[in-house]
């Protein structure tokens, strides 16, 4: 146990103490964040508005925009909470490739630690910053969009969002550890890094609603998890701003809004529900881990 | 149980191993190596680039299961007792593995407390390393701040940080300047006689490996010659005898020579001769007293060992 603390704390040292690698593990909220203030922010808040223009009735223009930029900020927060659980899980387990590459893994190896105690380590340091940047990005978003006249989530929703953080972290991070035990070199998992950072915008549908994308991607991308991960996310984020905004406008309007943003995912004909991807993203991490369990055990006997 | 004669005779030896090999598919990193190290000696473990060290290394490290043979370290067998051989024996690898972002204090704290779980012991711990090894005024920088030889202090601080029974360098001193390679050196040494420690080193510097208690020489997987160092020197080292010759005397001089059957060759002002021994210089030179004018006795050194039996 107390080795596991010692190395958990050294791994996390290790990649804070690096000033470059954390701020390139955010990188693709950066580009998030620069491609909603830019250029997709304003379109996403068009299309609310023209939407409420058209069937909601006689209302208040100047109230339907702020509601639609406060909505757009929590999607797009949304976006960038499981983003970030993607790109900073992967940033630290490239602290375990290093170590392989560097050949530190080997005085690791010869102290009398279990190989699995050394993998868990890893584990535990990326979903333990993974979680850290995350949750400060949530409480700088929530300072921003509160400090410009968003409504604040209440406390419920504040845990819900705290709960899916944490599972997206812990999926992901196992994941990668995964992704990692196939690759030798630094260079090499840079380069899945970029790869990575570059699609995650795509895959989870944050770059373009899931309205924008082809129907053939967009069928593909529901057998991911990353999109569910940001859907249940983004539910969580918008609820309260959806109810907001979206007043005296009939149910099935808001549904289908729902699924142009991919707030609500259909597989088939039915919407699915939270428990089924609740359950999805779970079964995905589960899956990787006893993978990552028979590898890993593989590696030790062929190394050795 | 019946105890086999390997477990016996085991009580002063620290190291023991039998038959050792490690194949991979094709090649033959380690072909059936057996040999001893004592209790508290310094063993030096030499060969060319690629003769099969680091293979043998870790494999008594534990990091790497041998092919076929066994080794008993500090009594213990190797592959069925590994955890609790890990426990003691410290490795100083070629390469640093230490953080360049952490201090040395966190980084050594970090290595040792994977061994010692007592934070009280832990701290005692790291005094008396850095006492030995002279760290106390770089505790505080970070690793990847300090110097080569720092580091390479550093590295074998790490471990020492549970005190092994032994500790094993794998050419610690590769890379640094003269100096620094003097007082790693020192270093060495020191915790071996002043420690007991037993220390296993593989070099390349041969004056570094003349001072161990024995030596084995690997090439091409195989350990071809094990001995003392003045024993391997008595074997393979020839001592050079220069004559001087007297103005005209030289004719003279290289016709006894050749009477005697000696190997020699003539350089511009002397003339060279292949000794067996240091001794067989004094009739020699009792014989050609009156035709020279002086003469230089050279005895082989550790480098002529090493080309001789790796170049065979």
Known sequence: MNQYINLTKRNCKVFLRDRGAVFFSLLAMLIVLMLMGIFLGNMNEESIVNLLKEYGGVRDALADEENAKHLVQYWTLAGILVVNAVTVTLTVTGNMVTDLHEGKLASLYSAPVSRSVIALAYITASVFIGTLMCVLTLGIALFYIVATGGQMLGYEMLAKILLLIVLNVCIFAVIMYLAALFVKSTSAWNGIGTVVGTLVGFVGAIYLPMGNLPEGVAAVLKYIPILHGTALMRSACCEAALDHTFTNVPAELIAEYKEYMGIQIKMGEELVSETFQVLFLAGCGIIALIVLMAVQKKRNISDR | ?312
């Open chain 2, 1 to 312: 149980m019946i105890k086999t004669e390997m477990e016996i005779r085991k009580v002063s030896e620290m190291i023991t191993v039998e038959h050792l090999k490690k194949y991979y598919r094709e090649v033959r990193a380690v072909d059936d190596i057996s040999f001893t190290v004592e209790k508290g000696e310094l063993f030096g473990f030499l060969g060319v680039n690629g003769a099969g060290k680091s293979t043998t290394i870790n494999m008594l490290c534990t990091l790497l299961k041998p092919t076929e043979g066994r080794a008993l370290i500090n009594g213990m067998e190797l592959g069925k007792e590994d955890d609790e051989i890990k426990k003691h024996i410290g490795i100083v690898y070629q390469n640093n593995c230490l953080d360049h972002l952490l201090t040395v204090q966190e980084n050594l704290l970090i290595r040792g407390g994977l061994y010692e779980k007592d934070k009280e012991n832990l701290r005692h711990n790291l005094t008396r390393v850095t006492e030995i090894l002279n760290l106390t005024d770089v505790l505080k920088r970070p690793f990847g701040k300090l110097s080569g030889g720092q580091k390479r202090r550093c590295e074998i601080a790490r471990a020492l940080m549970h005190t092994p029974d032994i500790l094993f360098l794998d050419e610690p001193t590769t890379g640094l300047d003269p100096a620094t390679r003097k007082n790693v050196w020192e270093t060495v040494s020191k915790l071996q006689k002043e420690m007991g420690m037993t220390v296993f080193l593989t070099t390349h510097y041969m004056e570094e490996a003349a001072a161990a208690d024995h030596i084995g020489i690997m090439d091409h997987g195989h350990l071809v010659e094990y001995g003392t160092p003045f024993s391997l020197k008595e074997t393979y080292a020839k001592d050079k005898l220069y004559l001087i010759p007297k103005a005209e005397q030289r004719e003279d001089i290289v016709m006894e020579l050749r009477k005697n059957n000696l190997e020699y060759s003539v350089l511009e002002e002397r003339i060279f001769v292949k000794l067996d021994s240091t001794l067989s210089a004094m009739p020699l030179l009792t014989k050609l007293e009156d035709r020279i004018q002086g003469f230089e006795v050279i005895q082989g050194t550790m480098d002529d060992v090493f080309l001789s039996v790796t170049e065979q």
